[in-house]
């Protein structure tokens, strides 16, 4: 069946590029990987994108806590939004479920016997008081949890969820969209993260960047991408993560964008405009194709993690927990069903090509690795759109938590069948950016055909 729709669909796509130039098309196998774009497009659009869509909609999947008031470590922050869209609305402490509040200082509490009503953040539907993940746990089960809990190889600055900065926000009402911020301010953080985190040197050119004056001749970026062909396997994937989540957002913006700014009520849509200055080979001097190959590189990596973590959620006592009984089996069930599709997958990233050379020597390079994307979440508190922060630190961290479930393959392996483990835990809010932020890739694959679609009838 899988086959027949694969057919079908890139028939669809034959032989649309952004500029009718055939050898600029977004096709074949990726690079660093045995995967090619045409199966990543059935498997995503037909298999994945509906289900983590419904997925994410759950209660337990759209309230993220989130600190947007720390300030930036790096420089003083000048970056602001142009339109009133750009503002991210928190939920009132009033509102806020409880389950959900007493689940920051208790993430062994126990299953509520009855459910609550409450009132969301829209006012219109009742919904069950969100918890963490784990629920039925003794006291002593928690603490001995919460000692392991700082020695884990976190890839990201985590926010504190207990400090009085830190708010809930409902993802489903601050969706991400074009805010209008761009400018030097958006770009000096993009900079800061190629430049300084990606084991770039100085003396090696990105290609287009704008805040670099343009140099001599026709620079189309091949000393740069014969430098990058020179790195080892682990710093060349590290450049394509970062290159992949940056043209995910991109795509997401082009997407969403303001169309029509009204007195009552903006008007959203794709912008084909946008998209093709981004992207379109013609425009981007065959930049566009490489960015949205990182895209689908990063998709495998994240696909990968979700695969490999299904066990830790297949455990009988992980719960979901939302103080809804009924809503908290549906959910799990969702997210069951979700991980059998991940793992059906045939063609997924091979991780343990990573970090697999000389022990002293790769467990060096695995600390840089973890420290380099450990600064570039912190990078994401400079942000100066407080919706662009929002979504920027929640797709870090599903990422971040993606790396730290694939480095983790011995630890979940290991995994207690009946107790919580020394050796891995997931916090619900890793949970919940892990989810999420696979959802924007997931997303931004969709969208990418609509583009494809868009364009052909322009053409």
């Given at each position: 069946?899988?086959?027949?729709?694969?057919?079908?669909?890139?028939?669809?796509?034959?032989?649309?590029?952004?500029?009718?130039?055939?050898?600029?098309?977004?096709?074949?196998?990726?690079?660093?990987?045995?995967?090619?774009?045409?199966?990543?497009?059935?498997?995503?659009?037909?298999?994945?994108?509906?289900?983590?869509?419904?997925?994410?909609?759950?209660?337990?999947?759209?309230?993220?806590?989130?600190?947007?008031?720390?300030?930036?470590?790096?420089?003083?922050?000048?970056?602001?939004?142009?339109?009133?869209?750009?503002?991210?609305?928190?939920?009132?402490?009033?509102?806020?479920?409880?389950?959900?509040?007493?689940?920051?200082?208790?993430?062994?509490?126990?299953?509520?016997?009855?459910?609550?009503?409450?009132?969301?953040?829209?006012?219109?539907?009742?919904?069950?008081?969100?918890?963490?993940?784990?629920?039925?746990?003794?006291?002593?089960?928690?603490?001995?949890?919460?000692?392991?809990?700082?020695?884990?190889?976190?890839?990201?600055?985590?926010?504190?969820?207990?400090?009085?900065?830190?708010?809930?926000?409902?993802?489903?009402?601050?969706?991400?969209?074009?805010?209008?911020?761009?400018?030097?301010?958006?770009?000096?953080?993009?900079?800061?993260?190629?430049?300084?985190?990606?084991?770039?040197?100085?003396s090696v050119y990105r290609p287009l960047n704008p805040l670099v004056p343009p140099r001599g001749g026709d620079d189309d970026g091949e000393g740069f991408y014969n430098w990058l062909e020179g790195l080892c396997l682990e710093k060349r994937v590290f450049y394509r993560l970062?290159?992949?989540?940056?043209?995910?957002?991109?795509?997401?913006?082009?997407?969403?964008?303001?169309?029509?700014?009204g007195w009552d009520k903006s008007l959203w849509g794709p912008n084909v405009q946008e998209f093709r200055q981004r992207f379109d080979p013609a425009e981007t001097k065959g930049e566009g194709t490489r960015r949205l190959k990182n895209l689908y590189f990063l998709y495998l990596?994240?696909?990968?993690?979700?695969?490999?973590?299904?066990?830790?959620?297949?455990?009988?006592?992980?719960?979901?927990?939302?103080?809804?009984?009924?809503?908290?089996?549906?959910?799990?069930?969702?997210?069951?069903?979700?991980?059998?599709?991940?793992?059906?997958?045939?063609?997924?990233?091979?991780?343990?090509?990573?970090?697999?050379?000389?022990?002293?020597?790769?467990?060096?390079?695995?600390?840089?690795?973890?420290?380099?994307?450990?600064?570039?979440?912190?990078?994401?508190?400079?942000?100066?759109?407080?919706?662009?922060?929002?979504?920027?630190?929640?797709?870090?961290?599903?990422?971040?938590?993606?790396?730290?479930?694939?480095?983790?393959?011995?630890?979940?392996?290991?995994?207690?069948?009946?107790?919580?483990?020394?050796?891995?835990q997931l916090t619900r809010q890793e949970i919940v950016a892990l989810l999420n932020g696979f959802g924007r890739l997931s997303t931004s694959i969709h969208q990418l055909h609509s583009f494809r679609a868009l364009l052909k009838e322009k053409r």
């Amino acid at each position: 069946m899988l086959r027949g729709l694969c057919y079908l669909w890139m028939a669809s796509l034959l032989p649309i590029t952004f500029s009718g130039q055939l050898h600029s098309e977004l096709t074949g196998v990726l690079d660093d990987c045995f995967c090619d774009i045409e199966s990543i497009d059935v498997f995503n659009n037909f298999k994945i994108y509906p289900r983590i869509q419904k997925l994410t909609e759950r209660d337990y999947f759209r309230y993220y806590r989130v600190n947007l008031n720390r300030p930036c470590p790096f420089w003083a922050d000048d970056g602001h939004c142009s339109i009133k869209d750009c503002q991210v609305e928190p939920c009132p402490e009033s509102k806020i479920p409880v389950g959900i509040k007493s689940g920051n200082y208790n993430r062994y509490s126990q299953v509520a016997n009855a459910n609550t009503d409450i009132v969301d953040c829209e006012q219109a539907q009742d919904l069950g008081a969100i918890n963490n993940t784990l629920s039925n746990y003794s006291k002593e089960a928690f603490e001995d949890w919460a000692r392991h809990d700082d020695a884990q190889d976190h890839f990201c600055e985590l926010d504190d969820e207990t400090s009085p900065d830190a708010d809930y926000v409902d993802l489903l009402l601050n969706p991400e969209r074009y805010t209008g911020y761009k400018g030097p301010s958006a770009w000096r953080v993009w900079n800061s993260i190629y430049e300084e985190n990606c084991f770039k040197p100085r003396s090696v050119y990105r290609p287009l960047n704008p805040l670099v004056p343009p140099r001599g001749g026709d620079d189309d970026g091949e000393g740069f991408y014969n430098w990058l062909e020179g790195l080892c396997l682990e710093k060349r994937v590290f450049y394509r993560l970062i290159s992949g989540l940056h043209s995910s957002i991109n795509i997401h913006l082009c997407a969403e964008y303001l169309l029509d700014e009204g007195w009552d009520k903006s008007l959203w849509g794709p912008n084909v405009q946008e998209f093709r200055q981004r992207f379109d080979p013609a425009e981007t001097k065959g930049e566009g194709t490489r960015r949205l190959k990182n895209l689908y590189f990063l998709y495998l990596i994240e696909l990968r993690a979700l695969s490999k973590v299904a066990p830790y959620f297949d455990r009988a006592f992980v719960n979901l927990y939302t103080g809804d009984r009924q809503e908290d089996r549906a959910t799990k069930e969702l997210l069951l069903q979700f991980f059998n599709e991940t793992k059906a997958f045939s063609m997924h990233f091979d991780e343990k090509s990573m970090f697999a050379g000389q022990k002293i020597e790769a467990k060096t390079l695995k600390e840089e690795f973890r420290l380099h994307f450990k600064n570039i979440s912190r990078i994401m508190d400079c942000v100066g759109c407080s919706k662009c922060r929002l979504w920027g630190k929640l797709q870090t961290q599903g990422l971040g938590t993606a790396l730290k479930i694939l480095f983790s393959e011995k630890e979940i392996k290991n995994l207690p069948e009946h107790s919580p483990s020394k050796g891995f835990q997931l916090t619900r809010q890793e949970i919940v950016a892990l989810l999420n932020g696979f959802g924007r890739l997931s997303t931004s694959i969709h969208q990418l055909h609509s583009f494809r679609a868009l364009l052909k009838e322009k053409r």
